[in-house]
T-cell receptor
Framework: AQSVTQPDIHITVSEGASLELRCNYSYGATPYLFWYVQSPGQGLQLLLKYFSGDTLVQGIKGFEAEFKRSQSSFNLRKPSVHWSDAAEYFC????????????FGTGTRLKVLA | ETGVTQSPTHLIKTRGQQVTLRCSSQ?????VSWYQQALGQGPQFIFQYYREEENGRGNFPPRFSGLQFPNYSSELNVNALELDDSALYLC??????????????????FGAGSRLTVL
C-alpha cells in the first residue's frame, strides 16, 4: 500500500541554524512529490514539487528538496531558518493510479528558538 | 487570480446533526477534492469532483457526500455527525483530473479549511 512517512513529529532548531525534514514514501511507480507548509489556523501552502528531471528542486521561502529514488526519500532543507518558518510541514505523494489524490505524511512540527 | 475559499471557517454541531461545508475553487480550476485533517494528523482524501460528478472516494462512509456545481464550486455534506467527525475539512482545487505527467493538473491548491467541532 502507498504510504508517506515523516519520522520526526517535532523538531526544534535555533534561528539561523540549518534544517532538514525527512520524508520517505512507499509507491510502486515514479511519484509526484510535494512539500506543503501549514501555519496555525491556515490551510496548506505549496513549498515545492517534484515531477521529473533534476532531483534537486528549489521552492519558495528559501526551501529546497532532493529526490533520492534509491532511498525513496524526498527530504526538505533550508540553510538558515527564520523565526517565521515555525509551522507544520507535510510531505505528500500524488498518486496517479485511479483517481488522482495525495497521500500525506503525518507532518513535522517545527519550532524555532530565537 | 482568486484562491480557494471555504465557508464557514468554524462551526460547532452536536452528534446526529447534519452539516454542509462550501468551497469556491480557484479561478480556472475545474476539479475539487475534499480532505479531512484530524488533530495531529495529515489530511485524508475524502472524495473528488470533476465535471460535476464524483470521480473517486477515499475510505469514508456514504454519510459523507458532496456536490459540484456548474461554476465548479462544491459542497461537502456530512449526515448523522459523530464525535470523530471533528476535524479541519480542507477543500483543494486543480485543473483537470490529474492525468498528464508534470502538468499543473497534478498540483492541488488548498483553502484555509473549515474547522468542525462535534459535541
Amino acid at each position: 500500500a502507498q504510504s508517506v512517512t515523516q519520522p520526526d513529529i517535532h523538531i526544534t532548531v535555533s534561528e539561523g541554524a540549518s534544517l532538514e525534514l525527512r520524508c520517505n514514501y512507499s509507491y510502486g511507480a515514479t511519484p509526484y512529490l510535494f512539500w506543503y507548509v501549514q501555519s496555525p489556523g491556515q490551510g496548506l501552502q505549496l513549498l515545492l514539487k517534484y515531477f521529473s528531471g533534476d532531483t534537486l528542486v528549489q521552492g519558495i521561502k528559501g526551501f529546497e528538496a532532493e529526490f533520492k529514488r534509491s532511498q525513496s526519500s524526498f527530504n526538505l532543507r533550508k540553510p538558515s531558518v527564520h523565526w517565521s518558518d515555525a509551522a507544520e510541514y507535510f510531505c505528500a505523494v500524488g498518486l496517479t493510479s485511479g483517481t488522482y489524490k495525495y497521500i500525506f505524511g503525518t507532518g513535522t512540527r517545527l519550532k524555532v528558538l530565537a | 487570480e482568486t484562491g480557494v475559499t471555504q465557508s464557514p471557517t468554524h462551526l460547532i454541531k452536536t452528534r446526529g446533526q447534519q452539516v454542509t461545508l462550501r468551497c469556491s475553487s480557484q479561478s480556472g480550476h475545474n476539479t475539487v477534492s475534499w480532505y479531512q485533517q484530524a488533530l495531529g494528523q495529515g489530511p485524508q482524501f475524502i472524495f473528488q469532483y470533476y465535471r460535476e460528478e464524483e470521480n473517486g472516494r477515499g475510505n469514508f462512509p456514504p454519510r459523507f457526500s458532496g456536490l459540484q456545481f456548474p461554476n465548479y464550486s462544491s459542497e461537502l455534506n456530512v449526515n448523522a455527525l459523530e464525535l470523530d467527525d471533528s476535524a479541519l475539512y480542507l477543500c483543494a482545487s486543480s485543473l483537470g483530473s490529474g492525468a498528464g505527467r508534470g502538468s499543473g493538473a497534478n498540483v492541488l491548491t488548498f483553502g484555509a479549511g473549515s474547522r468542525l467541532t462535534v459535541l
